[in-house]
């Protein structure tokens, strides 16, 4: 693996150079544990302890955000300015009217058996 | 000159004199295609047959007389997020590795029925998150100029199909840069669109709040006619706001760019940027002086914030945008057996998605999860805003922003992959634009010693693409820097 050009660290220094104090956050192993399960994200050992350092350098480095004073500020959610966009609720049948796809064929998506228009999953206990 | 070489304008002027057919062009870009995908894996899938039948059709039709659409029968590739009808769409991932949509994307369907000629689908990171196409599923794509260095990413595929004349044009989505940082690095013209200005449906989402879709196109004039066809409303994406769309080529043919109004953000030409490409930015400044334009440094204050707020605005984004992949609904379903449906989740989701997706869905959910919420995702909400407002300020006083697009030229593969913050620097010059939902315009502007491509960003308000597009094509026909070629 090459090593970080100057010009790479030093564009690292240029973003960090206002963030004197980090606050170094550090994430149990049980943390990413806890997070992987959250998220339904299947992890090996090797994996969790990869993601232990890494998840805590991105977090670390977003810790700057704490530098800006954010009293009395709105937060952005969206840019559009659209608010309550509303249309008909009806159900579209075919192509002409403006539907998407034929159900069946966006059920048949699935790599699970289908059974009468529906997909049959594991149990849930 | 080859066929495949030509833009739009050109390739359709040679349709309607009728001296190239649709089927002469197609064949000639999939000889292109075949001679050049060993080096380049720009493509995921090349839909040879599906491109021969489209040309042939748009042969009988232009023989009947000329089509509305200067699209018509020419030959394009679509980055593989995507969805076409019948055609695989794989995001580049495990996950949808064998997806086969059962419909279109509204883009696709404006394209189809603009007489596109579907060549094929593209190579990009997973999911789009990316800068070099190094997480995709299916191997790297390589730059066209340098097969050894990345394309960029995370349209990488389309941008080095474009710059290798492996298509005539493509379609790409920018959510951080992944449209003009490919462009700058294949050296060919990319358009970043307002947020809303192109319905997302149909097209895999990766950051709702942030995705975009735009032209990759081989010169200005052809981003406005790709602009024209994929620009508006759609019912189906309530996210694209009711303003006319305009003739995007309207704006081309001004002579000058006298009395445009030029701001230079003293935040975007830092220290330890590249000399070559600070020089070439300056150069491609002094010519639009040149052209007319007054020009005067202005700060974004903010600007140094732009890539923290985005790297929690993307990952939450990006968590909860793929929950959906649980491998019931579409997918593949995972090797390893499950006792339970929470077991078969764990087992689809942790064998399907890569390591890159993997890192963003788990800082996505601490940064969502309960408890975390405030310090994280509403913090960096609020940065947003004054990151916004910078902008908001800046175009009080100028009527665009030029930066580089990026601080270098194109970076050897392998060379950042083993470091995701190094990796993320890659956007530090192109996600304030995202995370203030404007569009930009990235162009060729000069070429490094080592013979790499250099690229520009121009970047204007809301809706602003017509005097984006303008102020390229002005510069264009003073300059030759996107007609530069790659020797490949």
Known sequence: MPLASGYMLSRYFYLCSSNAKLSHVKLTKEQVQHVAKLARLGLSEAEIAKFQTQLSGILDYVEQLNEVNTDNVAPTAQVTGLTNVMREDKVLHSDKQGSLADPAALVACSPLPIEKNQIKVKNVF | ?488
């Not at chain 2, 043919?253 to 020089?279: C, N, R, T």
């Not at chain 2, 593949?332 to 087992?347: F, G, H, I």
């Not at chain 2, 902008?391 to 006083?397: D, S």
């Open chain 2, 1 to 488: 000159m080859n066929p495949s070489s030509l833009t739009i304008h050109e390739a359709a002027q040679a349709l309607r004199e009728k001296k190239i057919s649709s089927l002469e062009l197609t064949k000639d870009c999939l000889a292109r295609i075949k001679k050049l995908e060993p080096k380049l894996n720009a493509y995921i899938t090349v839909a040879e047959e599906l491109a021969l039948k489209q040309a042939k059709e748009a042969d009988a039709v232009i023989a009947k007389g000329v089509p509305k659409s200067p699209l018509f029968g020419i030959p394009a590739a679509l980055k593989d997020v995507f969805c076409t009808n019948g055609v695989r769409t794989t995001a580049s991932s495990g996950v949808l590795k064998e997806f086969v949509p059962p419909y279109d994307a509204t883009t696709v369907k404006k394209l189809k029925k603009a007489g596109m000629v579907l060549l094929g689908k593209t190579n990009t990171d997973e999911f789009t998150c990316g800068a070099s196409t190094e997480t995709s599923f299916f191997g790297t794509a390589r730059n066209p100029w340098n097969t050894e260095c990345t394309p960029g990413g995370s349209s990488g595929g389309s941008a080095a199909a474009v710059a290798a004349d492996e298509c005539i044009y493509a379609l790409g989505t920018d959510t951080g840069g992944s449209i003009r940082q490919p462009a700058a690095y294949c050296g060919i013209t990319g358009l970043k669109v307002t947020y809303g200005r192109v319905s997302r449906f149909g097209v895999i989402s990766m950051a709702s709040s942030l995705d975009t879709i735009g032209p990759i196109a081989k010169d200005c004039e052809d981003a406005a006619l790709i602009m024209n066809e994929i620009a508006g409303r759609d019912a189906n994406d309530s996210t694209t706001p009711d303003v006319p769309v305009p003739d995007y080529t309207a704006t081309l043919g001004a002579k000058d760019l006298k009395g445009l109004k030029v701001g230079l953000p003293k935040e975007y030409f830092i220290k330890g940027m590249d000399s070559e490409v600070e020089a070439s930015v300056r150069a491609a400044v002094s010519q639009l002086k040149k052209l007319g334009a007054a020009v005067k440094e202005i700060s974004l204050p903010h600007s140094k914030y732009g890539l923290a707020v985005y790297y929690v605005l993307c990952p939450s984004e990006v968590s909860a945008n793929m929950a959906r992949y649980d491998g019931i609904r579409y997918g593949s379903k995972p090797a390893k057996e499950a006792k339970d449906l929470y077991e078969y989740y764990l087992n689809a989701r942790g064998e399907g998605f890569g390591d890159e997706m993997k890192r963003r869905i788990m800082i996505g959910t601490y940064a969502l999860s309960a408890g975390y919420y405030d310090a994280y995702y509403l913090k960096a909400q609020k940065v947003r805003t004054l990151v916004k407002g910078d902008f908001e300020n800046a175009f009080k006083e100028v009527d665009v922003i030029v930066t580089p697009t990026t601080p270098d030229t194109a970076f050897k593969i392998g060379a950042n992959s083993a470091d995701p913050i190094k990796m993320y620097l890659e956007d530090i010059f192109t996600v304030s634009v995202n995370i203030t939902g404007v569009p930009a315009l990235a162009l060729p502007c000069g070429i490094s010693g080592k013979n790499m491509p250099i690229g520009m960003q121009v970047i204007g308000p809301q809706f602003a693409e017509p005097l984006l597009l303008k102020v390229g094509a002005v510069y264009q026909r003073a300059t030759d820097w996107h007609k530069k070629k790659p020797k490949i």
